[in-house]
């Protein structure tokens, strides 16, 4: 008897805690946020991240009842950004609006990574899927990448061309090795940095986001070549992928709402419901779909099993692109 009576107050005792645990749970979700949210871009002001973070912050506001604070933190391919979202408090409070693509990217890239991404951060959710585009100033004569092809042939180690993200740096990379060219690499910190050179003619083409691209082409600045993604994008209908092209590759790069790692589940969870919500808008849609992006839903667990298998397919990439390592 003694036994049973000890066995049924330890059931008890279990139940009470578990039941004390998921209500704990629902109350920390249930107070979050409790101040102001900060939302981190990892580039400067007036780039294809910087919009998508500002549009997201104004949009998740009154979902979360705080006021959203966005800051950026340029540099180091983005680690800088990583590096401090890694470090923040992990109460939800401050949210890294960024191109996990790039996060991965970034990693491989860099020789001393300061966090270890796959450990330090975690995702809350996805936003969109979006390609690096190839473009060229509107006013050259090449219309395909086969016409840019031959003009850099000729033009051998003279022709040059910009980058300034990990994704444009490999599809440039692969893109060079691929068709055999000799190229010179020019690095900016940040996509609008390279508009003047291309204008100019020191470029002969750049690779950048698609939410830069397209903005820059509405303003007739540049003529977009081709997509870095595996597959044609709905919202990129009529720009070739660089498969197409015959420079095999599948680059496709997605936004997320990353937090630090020790982020506690109802949190993160609570979180990724607003992000669903927002992303599966139809304003949202049509946002996206203007800045050549589609919309991308996943909950948190889908979002953190892609993140961590496209770490393992970075340290791929920058190898087939002999990529030499930085910093």
């Given amino acids: 008897m003694a036994t049973t009576v000890s066995r049924?107050?330890?059931?008890?005792?279990?139940?009470?805690?578990?039941?004390?645990?998921?209500?704990?749970?629902?109350?920390?979700?249930?107070?979050y946020p409790s101040q102001d949210v900060h939302f981190i871009c990892a580039f400067p002001a007036g780039g294809g991240a910087d919009l998508i973070t500002r549009y997201m912050a104004e949009k998740m506001r009154p979902l979360m009842g705080r006021t959203i604070i966005v800051e950026?933190?340029?540099?180091?391919?983005?680690?800088?950004?990583?590096?401090?979202?890694?470090?923040?408090?992990?109460?939800?409070?401050?949210?890294?609006?960024?191109?996990?693509?790039?996060v991965a990217a970034a990693n491989a890239i860099l020789r001393h990574p300061t966090v270890d991404v796959s450990k330090a951060i975690r995702l809350a959710g996805t936003i969109n899927r979006q390609a690096t585009m190839l473009s060229v100033h509107?006013?050259?004569?090449?219309?395909?990448?086969?016409?840019?092809?031959?003009?850099?042939?000729?033009?051998?180690?003279?022709?040059?061309?910009?980058?300034?993200?990990?994704?444009?740096?490999?599809?440039?990379?692969?893109?060079?090795?691929?068709?055999?060219?000799?190229?010179?690499?020019?690095?900016?910190?940040?996509?609008p940095d390279m508009v003047n050179d291309l204008v100019s003619g020191s470029l002969d083409f750049v690779t950048a986001d698609s939410v830069f691209t397209v903005g820059q082409e509405r303003a007739?600045?540049?003529?977009?070549?081709?997509?870095?993604?595996?597959?044609?994008?709905?919202?990129?209908?009529?720009?070739?992928?660089?498969?197409q092209c015959g420079v095999p590759m599948d680059l496709t790069s997605y936004f997320a709402a990353i937090v630090p790692a020790a982020t506690p589940d109802p949190i993160v969870e609570q979180l990724g419901k607003w992000v669903a919500e927002v992303v599966g808008s139809e304003e949202t849609r049509?946002?996206?779909?203007?800045?050549?992006?589609?919309?991308?839903?996943?909950?948190?667990?889908?979002?953190?099993?892609?993140?961590?298998?496209?770490?393992?397919?970075?340290?791929?990439?920058?190898?087939?692109?002999n990529i030499e390592q930085q910093g």
């Fill in 8 to 31: 049924r107050a330890v059931t008890r005792g279990g139940l009470a805690a578990a039941a004390a645990t998921a209500l704990g749970k629902r109350a920390l979700a249930q107070q």
């Fill in 72 to 102: 950026n933190k340029p540099g180091a391919l983005g680690n800088i950004a990583t590096e401090y979202i890694a470090r923040s408090k992990p109460d939800g409070h401050t949210v890294l609006i960024q191109g996990a693509s790039a």
């Fill in 138 to 191: 509107a006013a050259k004569p090449w219309k395909t990448l086969a016409d840019l092809t031959a003009a850099l042939k000729e033009k051998k180690d003279k022709a040059t061309y910009g980058t300034s993200n990990p994704v444009g740096k490999v599809m440039s990379a692969i893109y060079r090795k691929t068709m055999g060219l000799e190229l010179v690499e020019v690095l900016y910190k940040a996509a």
């Fill in 220 to 243: 007739g600045v540049v003529r977009p070549l081709a997509l870095s993604s595996g597959e044609p994008l709905k919202a990129s209908a009529g720009v070739p992928t660089m498969t």
């Fill in 286 to 321: 049509k946002f996206l779909g203007d800045t050549a992006s589609d919309p991308w839903v996943t909950t948190p667990a889908e979002a953190q099993a892609y993140y961590l298998k496209d770490i393992e397919n970075w340290k791929n990439y920058v190898k087939i692109a």
